[in-house]
């Protein structure tokens, strides 16, 4: 009789990449291993300096996190076109056993 005790995923680490705001705002680590659309959460500035609208400015003043809109907290992610994808990959475990006669 043998056994067999197979581990996966038992350290997670990703690392690496090109650096981009939104990287540097939410570094790769166990839980962040890529970036996807922010969709409509990303309200970014209403011009940049050549004039092009980079996101939707839906804000009072000069950024979102202006006084003029309020003294809530205001989180990061409205700042950014790519948000982490997050979740870490699960612990799996393999037995396996072999009998012979």
């Known amino acids: 009789m043998k056994g067999t005790l197979l581990l996966a995923n038992v350290f997670n680490r990703c690392f690496g990449g090109t650096k ?3 990287s540097t705002a939410y570094p790769a680590n166990s839980q962040v291993c890529g ?3 922010n969709g409509s ?3 970014g500035t209403p011009t940049n300096a050549g ?3 980079n996101g939707y ?4 003043g000069a950024s979102g996190a ?3 809109n309020g003294t809530t907290g205001y989180p990061k992610v ?4 790519y948000i982490p994808v997050s979740g ?3 612990l799996q475990a393999y037995f396996q056993l072999q009998i012979k006669l």
């Open 35 to 37: 970036y996807g659309s």
């Open 51 to 53: 004039g092009m609208t």
């Open 66 to 68: 202006d006084p003029a």
């Open 88 to 90: 870490a990959i699960p």
């Open 57 to 60: 400015g839906w804000y009072y």
């Open 20 to 22: 981009t705001a939104w």
């Open 41 to 43: 959460a990303f309200i």
């Open 78 to 81: 409205f700042d950014y076109p």
